[in-house]
């Protein structure tokens, strides 16, 4: 027994002693080969330049502007023992120094913290401590600083955004990279591996990332790729030889659809008031979105400051959200032509007409569904219903079509789905049905929550470019995928499309009673969209913020209502009415009546495309653009003078 216990042991002893020399002659040759290798060759990284983003007419949203990036050499610090803190040492207090008499708008202070958080006695390599020194700002002193061995004075960009908060919320901006991005952007670059394939050594980050609209949709191409310069050192570090040399891959450049211009245009009419306008093409290509009001984002590429910050974020008109695919309200009236169609493919006949007397009532309840007209509109057909907007005719057709059929064909017409647009967090919004009610709620589905469903009030919720993508659904039978973005580097983007089949008679009756609304003495747009360089079909919406109680028998003018509770203002339209080409959707939030204050908008927005030849050469005689901030203090005025 003694005899196999010793034997034992010895085979033990062999083992371990023959794996622990496999391990240091043979398994770790790759490291200390690959350490070897550090001693006589460096890897400089270089990092690319970020793609431009420019817009159709080539004017630029997004460049880069050029400077110099400081960065001070390790291990120039002492440690104190009274205060048991390394604090910095006689050469980079000069150095300092230097740099703030040069660059009075630098905090010595946040230079010394930014060292010393970077040096160890570990790290061999120069510390960066001002990030960005324009190219105007360094010529003075680059003689001065670059003889000094302790300091290294690289290239550099910085994003810039020269239409400031024109297009903010399509183009987004860049900041700098957290850990999390950092790691993502090493395994993206990584370049340095062994003869097995696995990552050694370390790999540079760019550093800034995507934060927010296209630039984070597009952050990898735009971001292009790292290159490096592979050389041989000396003893004392000097260059001795170039080995290999990899250019970074970069001018990864974005072409939008979106016109400048009409950003422009569509910010100065919304001056004063909040809300979104969509210009699209029946296609899907995006000519111009506006969520106003908006901020500047230059303001995030360097760090925002607590001040700015605090003022975006408690500001009641959300300029921070990006309320043309994250901003979700109920769609009104601007519904009623996909629930005509809705009514229509679940079989119940729109084509017969309802009487409106101007409410409704369900059983022995004595609870009155209103029309917005008190005094109802008689006899109505579908193209009425459109025209004059009256709610009692799709109230009635609802109940006999059901919710669930409802939301089943809305959802196929683009309502309370994501569009797919190429930007981050669109939101899907909500077309309700029995199922979502109850996984929502836990609770049943009531009769009368499909009659208010009807009119685009309740659980509806929409964002402003899904009402357009329907709306160019409505004016040509095809569903779109929207974009932004018209090329790619080389490459073009091509239009997307659904299909979705509908009765092309209840169709056209829908589109007649669009045009009704914004051309024909009764229509609720007629007075701002018929006097216009070209024929518009559209529909109006009012979208309640708040509740009409039901002892109120005559409803409290918008005016009369303190602001946040007067109801959101919808109007979407397409043109020309014959050969749709262009969708414009606007929404104003808080402004009371479609047709009376979004109207006003859409129409400037149409006039200034027929200038810009968007309808065709005939257009080319400039129209009279108008001043909506001009023609709202006369009306103020006419308003006092007649009591």
Same mark, same amino acid.
């Given at each position: 027994m003694r005899f196999i216990i010793v034997i034992t042991i010895f085979v033990l002893f062999w083992i371990l002693l023959i794996s622990r020399i496999y391990q240091i002659s043979i398994k770790s040759n790759y490291y200390y080969e690959h350490l070897a290798h550090m001693n006589v060759e460096r890897k400089y990284f270089i990092k690319p330049v970020r793609g431009e983003i420019l817009d159709?007419?080539?004017?630029?949203?997004?460049?880069?502007?050029?400077?110099?990036?400081?960065?001070?050499?390790p291990h120039l610090t002492k440690y104190n023992r009274e205060t048991k803190k390394r604090e910095p040492n006689e050469k980079l207090e000069k150095l300092l120094n230097t740099i703030v008499k040069e660059f009075p708008d630098q905090n010595k202070t946040k230079l010394i913290k930014k060292y010393l958080k970077k040096d160890s006695p570990y790290n061999h390599r120069f510390i960066p401590i001002v990030?960005?020194?324009?190219?105007?700002?360094?010529?003075?002193?680059?003689?001065?600083?670059?003889?000094?061995?302790?300091?290294?004075?690289?290239?550099?960009?910085? /994003?810039?955004?020269?239409?400031?908060?024109?297009a903010t919320h399509i183009v987004g901006y860049v900041g700098r990279s957290n850990k999390e991005e950092n790691d993502k952007d090493r395994e993206k670059n990584a370049i340095e591996t062994n003869d097995r394939g696995n990552l050694v050594g370390v790999v540079e980050t760019v550093g800034v990332v995507g934060k927010t609209g296209l630039e984070r949709q597009y952050n990898k191409i735009l971001q292009g790729g790292l290159g490096y310069r592979m050389v041989k050192v000396s003893a004392t570090n000097k260059e001795v030889a170039e080995i290999e040399i990899?250019?970074?891959?970069?001018? =990864?450049? +974005?072409?939008?659809?979106?016109?400048?211009?009409?950003?422009?245009?569509?910010?100065?009419?919304?001056?004063?008031?909040?809300?979104?306008?969509?210009?699209?093409?029946?296609?899907?290509d995006i000519l111009a979105a506006v969520s106003y009001p908006s901020y500047d984002p230059n303001l995030f590429v360097g760090g925002i400051s607590s001040k700015d910050w605090k003022a975006l974020i408690t500001d009641f008109n959300h300029p921070f959200t990006n309320k043309i695919v994250s901003g979700v309200y109920p769609p009104g009236s601007t519904i009623k032509m996909g629930m005509a169609l809705a009514y229509s493919k679940s079989g119940t006949a729109v084509n017969r007409s309802e009487f409106c007397k101007g409410y409704i009532t369900l059983g022995k309840s004595k609870h009155k569904f209103r029309c917005w007209s008190h005094y109802g509109h008689g006899r109505v057909g579908l193209r009425k219903a459109i025209r004059e907007s009256c709610?009692?005719?799709?109230?009635?057709?609802? +109940?006999?079509?059901?919710?669930?059929?409802?939301?089943?064909?809305? /959802?196929?017409?683009?309502?309370?789905v994501k569009t797919g647009v190429d930007l981050p967090h669109e939101r899907a919004g909500v077309v309700p049905d029995k199922a979502w009610k109850m996984k929502?709620?836990?609770?049943?589905?009531y009769k009368g929550e499909t009659v208010i469903s009807a009119i685009g009030q309740?659980?509806?919720?929409?964002?402003?470019? =899904?009402?357009? /993508?329907?709306?160019?659904f409505l004016a040509t039978e095809r569903l779109p995928t929207p974009h932004f973005v018209h090329k790619i580097v080389d490459k073009l983007v091509t239009p997307e499309y659904k299909e979705f089949e509908v009765n092309k008679q209840d169709l056209n009756t829908i589109r007649s009673g669009m045009y009704d609304?914004?051309?024909?003495?009764?229509?609720?747009?007629?007075?701002?969209?018929?006097?216009?360089?070209?024929?518009?079909?559209?529909?109006?919406?009012?979208?309640?913020?708040?509740?009409?109680?039901?002892?109120?028998?005559?409803?409290?003018?918008?005016?009369?209502?303190?602001?946040?509770? /007067?109801?959101?203002?919808? +109007?979407?339209?397409?043109?020309?009415?014959?050969?749709?080409k262009y969708v414009v959707t606007v929404l104003v939030e808080h402004g009371g009546h479609g047709g009376s204050t979004s109207g006003p908008i859409a129409a400037e927005i149409y006039r200034w495309m027929a200038n810009e030849g968007y309808f065709g050469k005939k257009f080319k005689g400039k129209i009279r653009l108008k001043n909506l901030k001009k023609d709202k203090k006369e009306k103020k005025k006419k308003d006092k003078r007649h009591g």
């Open positions: 159709r007419n080539k004017k630029l949203l997004a460049v880069n502007d050029i400077g110099f990036s400081i960065k001070v050499a990030d960005f020194i324009p190219y105007k700002g360094m010529i003075g002193a680059y003689p001065k600083l670059s003889i000094n061995k302790n300091l290294k004075i690289e290239s550099e960009t910085k /994003r810039m955004y020269p239409a400031g908060a024109l990899k250019e970074p891959l970069e001018d =990864q450049n +974005l072409i939008l659809n979106i016109d400048l211009g009409l950003q422009k245009r569509i910010n100065e009419l919304f001056e004063g008031q909040s809300g979104v306008a969509v210009v699209m093409n029946v296609n899907g709610d009692v005719y799709f109230y009635n057709k609802a +109940l006999n079509t059901g919710i669930n059929n409802m939301a089943k064909y809305l /959802r196929k017409m683009g309502l309370g929502r709620y836990k609770q049943a589905w309740g659980y509806n919720l929409v964002t402003p470019l =899904q009402l357009a /993508r329907y709306t160019a609304v914004c051309n024909s003495p009764h229509g609720t747009a007629r007075r701002t969209m018929s006097h216009l360089p070209i024929v518009v079909a559209g529909k109006t919406g009012t979208s309640q913020v708040v509740s009409i109680p039901q002892g109120e028998k005559k409803r409290m003018k918008e005016s009369q209502l303190d602001y946040y509770s /007067r109801s959101h203002a919808w +109007l979407t339209t397409y043109a020309p009415y014959r050969n749709p």
